[in-house]
């Protein structure tokens, strides 16, 4: 049976983000699939835990942009030292 790409430590790999800057660790020898770029690694590939380490250390929150904004716009001053919700959250 084939060892699954992602889970070689001898490959070389690329740090991926998306448009929700989402992070993904990818093999190099496989084309970056659209709506992705590399973020890391360039131009040759670096280790594969190196690329885990970097994506642990940048992609700290990991829900999407969207959701982060869409938090982010509907907060209330103060309501998550409080433990307070907002209106909507109490409809």
């Known amino acids: ?5 992602f889970d070689d430590d001898s490959g070389s790999f690329y740090a991926l ?17 659209g709506g992705w770029s590399i973020v890391y690694g360039q131009p040759e590939g670096k280790p594969r835990q190196d690329v885990l380490d970097w994506i642990d ?8 942009k969207s959701l982060r904004d869409h938090m982010a716009r509907h907060e209330t001053p103060g309501a998550v030292e ?10």
């Open 57 to 64: 250390e940048h992609w700290t929150d990991i829900r999407p």
């Open 82 to 91: 409080a433990g307070a919700t907002s209106t909507a959250d109490q409809a």
């Open 1 to 5: 049976m084939a060892q699954n790409p």
């Open 17 to 33: 983000i998306n448009h929700e800057e989402q992070h993904s660790l990818w093999p190099t020898f496989k084309p970056v699939p």
